[in-house]
Structures are given as structure tokens and as C-alpha cells.
């Protein structure tokens, strides 16, 4: 079944079979799904050979919903270093390191290539998927946890990666900042010291109000040093 995703003929043959099932059939796949957006899952090593065996309703599932090459994706994850060690994905990778994987959902989709290998490993997505060995590349589902998106943000602040993300993020190293960090400071002492609205502070900068009271209220452009990680 799998090895027919590599023939492009077959591939469109099963994708007419597929939307074909799908417009006749009830979505009952949904409805049967578990719902896992509370679990935490700390697996023990199950993933390492799971894609050697055969694969589980659940994990094919899993493939069909996100329409993934399974075997594509398993080429570029090297596993050369051994079982218990990280296995990289030498794939594309974003500018914060992580693997991106095209999958077949759509003509421009992608997903994240570490939550590609635990949909593959589980045969689910939890709302996030967050890595213990803290290596963004890494692919092993060993490596790999499951949990909420506020265990993730929780878990990427206790390794320090989340402020060192957001001090790249922030400021005036943002793509579309348009004031300085300079600029800021001086609007925010300019309001402080009254007398002036944030709206004419807006328009004196060509900048909208909702900045201006961003910056005044030290949501954006804070001082590089509130960023940054002492560990
Ligand atoms: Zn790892």
C-alpha cells in the first residue's frame, strides 16, 4: 500500500479512490479519534522500531489524514548514530532550526519533521510536541514528548530557547519594525512625561496607536537585556 505513494500514476489513482471514499462516506474517522490535548505522553522507546513493523490503523490513519510519503520522510531522518541517539532530520530546516517536511495536504503545506516522526511513531498529533533532548532537528521518537502547547512554551522557557527566540523576534530586529529601540525609548519617556496623546505620537512616527500604546505599556521593544537568558 505504501510502496503505491512512489508511483505517481498510483498516487493519483489512490487519491481518486480516497476523495471518492471520502464524499461517500460519514467523516466517522473524527468521531472515533481520541482526544489526547491534556495527555502527556513520555514514551519509552517504541518509535525506533515502529516503522520497521508493520504499521497500526492508527498510524496509517495518521498518514492518510496528513497525506505523508512515509517512506520519503523516514530517508531523511538520519539514524546512523543508533537507536538512543538523535536522529536528524537532513531534510529543510526553518531559520530556528527546526525540520520542515512537505506533506500532500495541500499544494503549499508543511509540517514541523519532529511532529511528522511522533504522528508516525503514535499514530496522533497532541497540540504540541516537544523534544527532551532540546535538539530541534532531532527525529527520534524516543526523543519526543507530547503535551499542551503550554507545557511546550513552559518546557522551551526552563531550557531558555523561548527567550532566545523572542530576543531574535523583538524590537527592532523584527522584519517589520519601522522605529528603533532608540526611537521607542524616546516615545515612551515623551508619553510618560504627558501632555502628549498616543495617537499624535502614532502620527508624528507613521506608526499606528496600537504600537505606540504597545511600546508605552513595554509589550514591544523592551530592552535587549530583559531578553536575555543568564544560563
Ligand atoms: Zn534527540
Excluded at 498510483?10 to 476523495?19: C, E, I, P, T, W
Excluded at 521518537?141 to 523561548?162: Q, S, V
Excluded at 519617556?189 to 504597545?214: D, E, F, P, W
Excluded at 511600546?215 to 530583559?226: A, E, L, P
Aim: charged share 25%.
Amino acid at each position: 500500500m505504501i510502496a503505491a505513494w512512489s508511483q505517481p500514476h498510483a498516487r493519483k489513482r489512490a487519491r481518486k479512490r480516497h476523495n471518492s471514499q471520502a464524499a461517500s462516506s460519514p467523516p466517522h474517522r473524527l468521531a472515533s479519534r481520541p482526544h489526547h490535548a491534556d495527555t502527556v505522553r513520555t514514551p519509552g522507546n517504541p518509535g525506533a522500531c515502529a516503522m520497521a513493523k508493520k504499521l497500526s490503523a492508527k498510524q496509517q490513519a495518521f498518514i492518510d489524514e496528513y497525506k505523508i510519503n512515509a517512506q520519503r520522510f523516514q530517508r531523511l531522518v538520519d539514524r546512523s548514530s543508533g537507536n538512543d541517539a538523535c536522529w536528524p532530520f537532513t531534510g529543510a530546516k526553518d531559520p530556528a532550526g527546526y525540520g520542515r517536511y512537505h506533506v500532500g495536504r495541500s499544494r503549499s503545506s508543511s509540517m514541523l519533521s519532529h511532529r511528522v516522526a511522533f504522528g508516525l511513531a503514535y499514530g496522533y498529533l497532541p497540540e504540541a510536541v516537544c523534544h527532551q533532548c532540546d535538539n530541534p532537528e532531532c527525529c527520534n521518537p524516543a526523543h519526543l514528548f507530547g503535551g499542551t502547547r503550554a507545557i511546550n512554551n513552559r518546557d522551551m522557557a526552563d531550557k531558555g530557547r523561548c527567550a532566545r527566540v523572542k530576543a531574535a523576534l523583538w524590537g527592532e530586529k523584527h522584519h517589520q519594525a519601522r522605529l528603533t529601540d532608540k526611537d521607542a525609548e524616546a516615545i515612551k519617556t515623551r508619553y510618560l512625561a504627558g501632555g502628549v496623546s498616543q495617537r499624535a505620537l502614532a502620527t508624528q512616527h507613521g506608526v499606528s496607536q496600537r504600537t505606540i500604546n504597545k511600546i508605552v505599556r513595554g509589550i514591544s521593544f523592551r530592552k535587549q537585556s530583559d531578553h536575555e537568558v543568564t544560563t
